[in-house]
């Protein structure tokens, strides 16, 4: 079958989306069990059951919390054998249980009040990516959770995909690979993924936010762990003596350049970012993330956080401090870069699906960063997810549609191209 011969989709997508997010599938980044929280084999026993149904036999929950599937090659072309992944949990950000979805038909504009909590408005002017909606049906919230749309639409469009091809064996493919993994909004996704298991050269994370959008890159990230002690006198009698530790881990966040935080930076500029503080007056521990897209820009931005450390100590001559770097994820494009035919196919792929497409970068990190690093090359394509970790998350029926095209379509290519 040649690109040419046009493609009849019955999509199941939708119904496939709408059963798994009424499903609580929230991570927990404070338990230090695989999976963090048990309620995500909950959707990973369905999953696993919906696969075997389709006709995947070896499809199964393993017992970390991982879904593993082959959709069998139907060519007899030595076809390098690709994954498609997905994430089962939902982010610790915001509530994933008693999800209601509502869904808004042939969209024609303006703001949409989430009616469970009318607070909670997705406005237009705040959400440009909905000016590319109208005549879309656009599924949202209640408003009193997250939809989930991060990353169960992913899950829901791979499905629809392999039951497609599953039903049409007279499109040609190669070995496809089936992934699911838990804990990835807690950065754990792939920490017990057995990749001999899986068997795949390639992968494609589908976890990207609007239709046609190709993801071959993502942020560089590091964690800073700072530990200060301080010096402990009692209040009644504490002048000359004392030196807060709290309050000097608190010099050191105020200290912190304004242009180089999350809520002052977009495209490519990177940040270094507080994100936890505590202790008491003689240890506190502060926490922060650095990302950048390159090395040489996290080195920067450490070298920076150490100097301003350096500089609060100064006022503070019997206190010490211990800084801890520790590395989590790196850029993928770093080893995308290397197999240049992966983001080609998939170029190729959404402009088959009748969209326009568009490479970008992610200001964060997917399975698919730890993925490339391990041995298993693996960019990002769009799930059509918006305002995710929030309550005003929302996602077009449409879009998820477009991205099973796109699914079926790379694996065309794929075998194409062999």
Sequence with gaps: MTERQPLHFAHTVTERFLRYVVIDTQSDPASATCPSTEKQKDLGRLLAAELRDIGLADAHLDEHGYVYATLPANTDKQVPVICFCSHMDTSPDCSGAHVTPRMIRNYQGGDIVLEADPSQVIRFHEHPALANQIG??????DGTTLLGADNKAGLAEIMDAVHFLVNNPQIRHGTIK???TPDEEIGRGVDKVDLKKLGAAFAYTIDGESAGQIEDETFSADAATIVIEGVSAHPGFAKGKMEHAIKIAASI???LPKNQSPETT???EGFLHPIAIGGTLETATLGL???DFTEQGLREKEALLETIIQGVMKNYPRSTYRLDIKPQYRNMKQVIDRHPEIVDYAVEAV????LSPMKTSIRGGTDGSRLSFMGLPCPNIFAGEHAFHSRLEWVSRQDMEKAVQTIVHLAMIWEERA
Excluded: C, Q, S, Y
């Design 351 to 354: 402009r088959r699906a009748g």
């Design 253 to 255: 966040v105020e200290r």
């Design 266 to 268: 977009e495209g490519r």
């Design 136 to 141: 879309h049906d656009i599924i949202t919230t």
């Design 289 to 291: 993330i650095v990302r």
């Design 178 to 180: 089936i992934l699911f």
